[in-house]
């Protein structure tokens, strides 16, 4: 699944295509995905123009001037392909610009979603309303972790999982700060001191950013808008090197937790 590193990316990829554009065509191909596709979501988006784009954990915005947000997740399989040469049987979103551009939304696994919200109510929407902060952003600190954490005997790695506790990390880049951190992924929540919370903010910062500069990790379908594959994958230490030599000459282990696999060092994180 496309974490908060690929969708970043896919956002930055379709900023400079859309802001600013106006949006001759808004076309969805078929009334669902994961849920229902608001049914006037082509009325209200033709002929709109896109003021600007962002990104709320692993949702992707499109904001415009008529005080409407479409709101676009990939789920599983999801991505935006630039100028298809095809529109096939899973692009289930196109879009064309007054200016000539045409984009496709491409979900074969029908995972993802599009709804359309009142940007002035975004905060009210479901998915949003109860978002931890995001791992980029000022409120993600060891102190709020401290607080978040307090009294709490789940294994930290579920904690970080947790959505409600911090937007948009997923499984790949917890192992990752986990692992940059030297926590053990199954340490109780309520037993990491405040400087061993440093160290993972700090860890959690570090893998994302670095991971948005490197186009995100392109697994199975993911790709950015323009085609190109992420490749931070080629920086992975832990994630899917089961059996490989961690840095401290460790080996690189892995269990399933919650149906998810985990990869860790059981010599240096402790």
């Known amino acids: 699944?496309?974490?908060?590193?690929?969708?970043?990316?896919?956002v930055r990829g379709l900023d400079p295509v859309l802001r600013g554009?106006?949006?001759?065509?808004?076309?969805p191909r078929r009334p669902d995905l994961r849920r229902p596709i608001p049914p006037d979501l082509r009325q209200r988006m033709t002929g709109a123009t896109v003021t600007g784009l962002s990104r709320r954990a692993k949702y992707g915005l499109i904001h415009t001037d008529r005080g409407d947000t479409l709101i676009f997740h990939l789920g599983m399989s999801g991505r935006w392909r630039l100028e298809p040469d095809e529109i096939g049987a899973h692009d289930h979103l196109l879009v064309e610009t007054a200016s000539g551009r045409r984009l496709?939304?491409?979900?074969?696994?029908?995972?993802?979603?599009?709804?359309?919200?009142r940007t002035d109510s975004l905060a009210a929407f479901p998915p949003f309303a109860k978002l931890g902060p995001e791992p980029l952003g000022p409120d993600f600190t060891a102190s709020y972790l401290a607080a978040a954490f307090a009294g709490r005997s789940g294994p930290v790695k579920s904690l970080l999982l947790d959505q409600h506790v911090v937007a948009g990390l997923g499984n790949i880049y917890v192992c990752?700060?986990?692992?940059?951190?030297?926590?053990?992924?199954?340490?109780?929540?309520?037993?990491?001191?405040?400087?061993?919370?440093?160290?993972?903010?700090?860890?959690?910062?570090?893998?994302?950013?670095?991971?948005?500069?490197?186009?995100?990790?392109?697994?199975?379908?993911?790709?950015?808008?323009?085609?190109?594959?992420?490749?931070?994958?080629?920086?992975w230490r832990a994630y899917g090197r089961e059996?490989?030599?961690?840095?401290?000459?460790?080996?690189?282990?892995?269990?399933?937790?919650?149906?998810?696999?985990?990869?860790?060092?059981?010599?240096?994180q402790r």
């Open 1 to 10: 699944m496309p974490e908060l590193p690929e969708v970043e990316t896919t």
């Open 176 to 235: 990752e700060a986990l692992h940059q951190a030297r926590i053990a992924p199954g340490t109780a929540g309520r037993r990491i001191r405040a400087a061993r919370l440093e160290r993972l903010v700090s860890a959690v910062r570090e893998i994302i950013a670095a991971a948005i500069d490197a186009g995100g990790s392109s697994l199975r379908d993911y790709a950015q808008p323009d085609g190109e594959l992420g490749y931070f994958f080629k920086r």
């Open 104 to 117: 496709s939304l491409n979900d074969p696994r029908r995972f993802g979603s599009l709804d359309l919200v």
């Open 21 to 27: 554009q106006r949006l001759a065509l808004v076309e």
């Open 243 to 268: 059996g490989e030599s961690c840095g401290c000459g460790g080996p690189i282990r892995r269990r399933v937790d919650g149906g998810r696999s985990t990869f860790y060092c059981p010599r240096c």
